[in-house]
């Protein structure tokens, strides 16, 4: 800092070039050490000379200056190579490459989706079709089931019978191992917002209706309900039931019971 | 997706943008958003110049030529030779255009500095003085270093202060400075010519810019 100090009086004048040779030079040769707190009060102190240009008053050249000077810069531009950007050290191979790598890379992208999205919709319908295929294997077991209910001699045939004289008559058949297949023609349907459910009565003097499933008749007024596991044995039941109850049932009868056939 | 590396991609990209910065600041300007007042004019006519331009060399002699040949006149005295030395200004502003670097600072207090240079060494050649940067004659001078406050005031503004401020001075601090920077005289042949002790004259001329730079910066 000490070095710098001496020279801290001489930035203008040296911008100025007032500055008498010693102290130019010994100016000079601090500069060329690199001090870059100097330099920049340098490059300062020009650019404040510079300003002094502001004194001098404009005058206008004469025509032919101009004429000369865009005489000899017209001949120098023609005869002059055209600029040209500099050249990128990288080879055109290499840049092609890269435009390929580049439409590669998206072209794999877009397709990776597209095969995604194909795979996405082919698993929807997989599960859609083994969905299919499970209800109606489904129905294939119940189906099986009813029949065996239905043919095999040691199933029990229930019929029940409602108070209602218009009302028809609905038929159960009970398997002890199979379980029951209850069914009806031109039964009439129930309130819009109900559903029939089957009631097991208990033999026990006093037991409960135990509930069991719910069903609506086709348009038709027919169904089949199967009971795979009724939830009573039938050699403990004296009725089976049925009433008009809410969707999902109840767990205990909450209306009349409309049709009731003994067990046998 | 996953299996899919991108990693060749980004390498790639890396060592193009590593190329990028190796070019010019010229090409890169071109492809570089810039704003209107970030760019003069000037900076802009400077760059096409750098292309050979010739429409962009027009524009700048009609934008500073009259400022320019007042300078040299106002240095020589003289009006043909105050032409000659403006034709081998613009004409070596025409042939070295690249050697302004415009990172470091404005074109103009450049192009005056060049100017006032180039009248000086005419001046010693016609007075048979000793030139003092002979192997120099045909470089181009440094970049002066444009302060903040160069954007703030217009050059209209500037002239008006400078004006003013060296109106201020007492004559013969005005007459020091004018001596030195019209005349390219040292301190110590201004002190002779205006039989002045050495030391006046230097705080009469460090003490005159250090007005003008206080001024400056107060108006701004």
């Known amino acids: ?264 | 997706m996953r299996a899919l590396s991108l990693h060749p991609v980004l390498d790639l990209c890396r060592i193009l943008l590593q190329e990028a910065k190796n070019l010019s600041p010229l090409f890169l300007a071109a492809f570089m958003p810039t704003t209107n007042s970030e760019v003069s004019p000037d900076a802009t006519l400077v760059s096409r110049l750098i292309q050979k331009d010739v429409s962009a060399f027009e524009q700048l002699y009609d934008r500073h030529s009259r400022a320019i040949y007042g300078l040299v006149l106002r240095i020589l005295q003289q009006a043909g030779m105050a032409e000659e030395v403006v034709q081998d200004i613009f004409l070596q502003l025409w042939r070295n255009a690249a050697q302004y670097d415009s990172s470091r600072g404005s074109f103009v207090p450049w192009l005056f500095t060049l100017a006032r240079n180039r009248a000086l060494d005419t001046l010693r050649l016609k007075s048979e003085r000793q030139r003092r940067h002979e192997d120099q004659v045909d470089e181009l001078p440094p970049v002066a270093a444009a302060p903040e406050y160069e954007k703030v005031l217009d050059e209209k503004r500037r002239a008006i202060k400078v004006r003013a401020l060296m109106s201020s001075l007492n004559p013969q601090q005005k007459r020091a400075i004018e001596l030195a920077y019209f005349e390219g005289l040292s301190h110590s042949e201004i002190a002779a010519a205006l039989k002045e002790p050495l030391g006046t004259v230097k705080s009469w001329i460090r003490n005159g810019l250090l007005r003008l730079k206080e001024e400056l910066q107060a108006a701004s």
Request: proline share 10%.
């Open chain 1, 1 to 264: 800092m000490k070095n710098c100090d001496q020279f801290r009086d001489m930035f203008e004048a040296y911008a100025l070039g007032a500055l008498d040779a010693p102290e130019r030079a010994a100016l000079e040769a601090h500069l060329t050490t690199g001090c870059p707190e100097c330099s920049k009060s340098v490059d300062e102190a020009r650019w404040l000379v510079s300003q002094l240009h502001y004194l001098a008053p404009e005058a206008t050249p004469s025509d032919m200056l101009k004429g000369r000077l865009m005489q000899t810069i017209r001949e120098e531009a023609r005869s002059a190579p055209r600029f040209v950007p500099p050249k990128s050290n990288i080879p055109f191979w290499m840049w092609a490459g890269v435009a390929a790598l580049f439409l590669a890379t998206i072209y794999s992208a877009w397709n990776a989706q597209r095969l995604t999205r194909e795979i996405q919709r082919a698993d929807q319908i997989a599960a859609a079709i083994l969905q299919h295929r499970h209800e109606l294997e489904t129905q294939l077991e119940d189906a099986k089931r009813e029949a065996a209910i239905l043919v095999d001699p040691a199933s029990v045939k229930i019929a029940l019978a409602s108070p209602d004289p218009q009302a028809p008559p609905l038929e159960a058949i009970w398997h002890s191992n199979l379980g029951i297949v209850l069914s009806g023609q031109k039964v009439p349907a129930p309130a819009r917002d109900r559903v029939l459910q089957l009631w097991l009565i208990p033999k026990t003097p006093g037991g409960k209706p135990i509930p069991s499933l719910t069903l609506r008749p086709d348009a038709d007024g027919k169904f089949v309900l199967l009971v795979s596991n009724p939830p009573e044995l039938m050699a403990a039941t004296k009725a089976l039931a049925i009433t008009e109850e809410p969707p999902g049932g109840s767990l205990a009868p909450t209306t009349p019971l409309l049709w009731v056939g003994g067990v046998s």
